[in-house]
């Protein structure tokens, strides 16, 4: 089992910067890539980031150059860096852990960006 709890959300004006953090706790070893993933009201869930344990990163086209995503291993926590924050980023942001035999998810974060 892994759990995972995001913390980091909240409001904050276009052009604005949040990090999302999440602690990871349980069969850690069992990780293969942790992610994030967002979901806005009345649309699927898509994925935003993605960083696999040998260090390599994926971002989804539309926040590329603006979202950052890092782990920091002494601490397992996982960080989503979101800078020059749009209006259409506003979301629930999910943090998940992709493990050899299932995807383990957090509770989500809501992320809400004003124009």
Do not use: H
Not at 57 to 86: C, E, H, P
């Amino acid at each position: 089992q892994v759990q995972l709890v995001e913390s980091g959300g909240g409001l904050v004006q276009a052009g604005g910067s949040l990090r999302l953090s999440c602690a990871v706790s349980g069969n850690i070893l069992s990780i293969n890539a942790m992610a994030w993933y967002r979901q806005a009201p009345g649309k699927q869930r898509e994925s935003v980031a993605i960083l696999t344990t040998g260090g390599s990163t994926n971002y989804a086209d539309s926040v590329k150059g603006r979202f950052t995503i890092s782990g920091d291993a002494a601490k397992n926590t996982v960080f989503l860096q979101m800078n020059s924050l749009k209006p259409e980023d506003t979301a629930v942001y999910y943090c998940n852990a992709k493990a050899s035999r299932r995807d383990y998810w957090g509770q989500g974060t809501q992320v809400t960006v004003t124009s």
